[in-house]
C-alpha cells in the first residue's frame, strides 16, 4: 500500500479470459474529497502482446506506485469520468479506450454468431454505388475519415426542402417555442432569441433520411468498421444558423462543437455526415484531425474530452488538420473518437445530417 499526500492508494491486478483488470483504488482524506467518500479507478489492459502506449502510464502508476504530483493531477482528472461513472454512464467511460472497443466488437459479433442476427435491411437500391466498401472502412481505419462519398442531387433537394418547411427548436433551448428557418435573422428566431442552431426533431418523416439511414453500402461500412451489425439513433439533422456571435456567447448557448473534442458514442461507433448545402470554412465547415483517433495520450484519455487547439496540433501535427469543405451532398464517414469541431458559421448557413452508428 502506497501513502500519498493527498490519501493512500491500493492495486489490484485480476486476470481472466485473456485480459488483465488492473484496479487502482484511491481512498482520500475526507478533507481532500468533498463525501469523503473512496474514489476508484478502474482501467482495463489487454493481457496479451506488447504494452500498449495507451496502458503504458497506468500500468507504471499501478506498479510503481510513484505518487508525485504529475501523477496526481491525472487521477485527479479521472475525477469527471468518475462523476459520469457514478450516475451510470459506463459508455462514456470506458467507450474511449480502443482495447474496449476492441473487446464489444468481438462480444456483439460473437452473440451475433451465436444468435444468427442478420442485417434486416438487404436487397435495398443504394444511393452510392461507386463506393468501396472495404476500401472505406481500410481509410477510416488509418486516417479516422473516409471522404469520397456523395449524395444524389435528388436526395440532396429532397432533404433540402423538408428542412425549410419544418419547424425547428434551439438546441440549447429544446422545450423553446419552435420558429421556421426563414424567420432567423443573423442567429436570432422571430422573438428575438439567440437561436445558433435549428434542430428537426424528427427527421425519420423525410423519405430521403430514412433512405440515407438504411442505405445498404453506408451500413456495409459501419458494419465493417465496428465489426457487428450496428444500431442506430435518431438521425441528428440540424442548422448551423449564420451569426456574429462570439465563441463565448456560443459556448453559452450549448453551442460546445466548436472546440475540439471527441466523442464517446457507445461502447463503439463511427457516424456518417452529410452536407445539406454548399459548406466551407465560414459557413461552417467541420474540421478533424486527421488520425487522432487512436493516439492520444493518456491525460487526453482520462481527461476531459474536449482540448484546446494548441494541445491538439501539439499532439496531432497541424498539418493534419482537414478541413471539410465541399458542394451540398458532400459526405464524410468518421470515427467520431477523432478529435473535431465545427467551424461557426460566419456568411451562410450549414446544414448538416449526421447518423450515429454504434
Ligand atoms: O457540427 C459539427 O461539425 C461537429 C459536430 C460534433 O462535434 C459532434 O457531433 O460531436
Known amino acids: 500500500m502506497a501513502m500519498c499526500r493527498s490519501g493512500w492508494e491500493r492495486w489490484f491486478t485480476v486476470q481472466a479470459i485473456g485480459l488483465r483488470l488492473v484496479f487502482s483504488v484511491r481512498l482520500y482524506h475526507p478533507g481532500r474529497n468533498s463525501v469523503g467518500l473512496p474514489d476508484f479507478l478502474v482501467t482495463i489492459s489487454p493481457l496479451w502482446g506488447e504494452r500498449t502506449k495507451l496502458t503504458e502510464g497506468v500500468i507504471r502508476i499501478a506498479e510503481g506506485g510513484d505518487c508525485t504530483h504529475k501523477n496526481q493531477d491525472r487521477l485527479m482528472n479521472v475525477k469527471s469520468i468518475l462523476s459520469r461513472l457514478r450516475s451510470g454512464d459506463v459508455q462514456y467511460v470506458f467507450g474511449r479506450f480502443r482495447v ?31 463506393i468501396d466498401v472495404g476500401q472505406a472502412v481500410e ?46 435573422i443573423r442567429g436570432h428566431a422571430p422573438d428575438g432569441r439567440p437561436t445558433p442552431t435549428g434542430s428537426i426533431r424528427d427527421a425519420m418523416s423525410c423519405g430521403a433520411v430514412r433512405a440515407i439511414v438504411e442505405d445498404p453500402v453506408l451500413r456495409a461500412i459501419a458494419r465493417n468498421y465496428l465489426g457487428y451489425e450496428p444500431d442506430t439513433d435518431a438521425p441528428i439533422l440540424y442548422w448551423s444558423l449564420a451569426s456574429d456571435f462570439t465563441d463565448e456567447e456560443r459556448r453559452r448557448l450549448e453551442q460546445h462543437a466548436i472546440d475540439f473534442h471527441y466523442d464517446v458514442g457507445g461502447l463503439n461507433f463511427v457516424y456518417a455526415s ?27 484519455l482520462f481527461g476531459p474530452a474536449v482540448a484546446s487547439e494548441a494541445l491538439v496540433y501539439q499532439r496531432f501535427g497541424r498539418e493534419n488538420e482537414l478541413v471539410i469543405e465541399g458542394p451540398a451532398g458532400t459526405g464524410f464517414i468518421q470515427d467520431a473518437a477523432c478529435y473535431h469541431r465545427a467551424s461557426p458559421p460566419i456568411h451562410a448557413d450549414r446544414l448538416m445530417l449526421q447518423i450515429r452508428f454504434h
Open 100 to 130: 474496449v472497443r476492441i473487446a464489444y466488437s468481438h462480444i456483439r459479433r460473437l452473440w451475433e454468431t451465436v444468435f444468427r442476427v442478420s442485417a434486416e435491411i438487404s436487397g435495398r437500391k443504394t444511393l452510392f454505388p461507386d
Open 274 to 300: 452529410f452536407y445539406i448545402l454548399d459548406t466551407d470554412r465560414y459557413s461552417g465547415a467541420h474540421v478533424m484531425m486527421r488520425r487522432s483517433h487512436d493516439r492520444k495520450s493518456l491525460r487526453m
Open 139 to 184: 481509410t477510416i481505419r488509418e486516417d479516422a475519415v473516409f471522404l469520397g462519398i456523395c449524395l444524389p442531387a435528388t436526395v440532396v433537394r429532397e432533404v433540402d426542402t423538408f428542412c425549410r418547411c419544418t419547424p425547428l427548436f434551439a438546441r440549447h433551448d429544446p422545450d423553446g417555442p419552435t420558429f421556421f428557418h426563414h424567420d432567423v
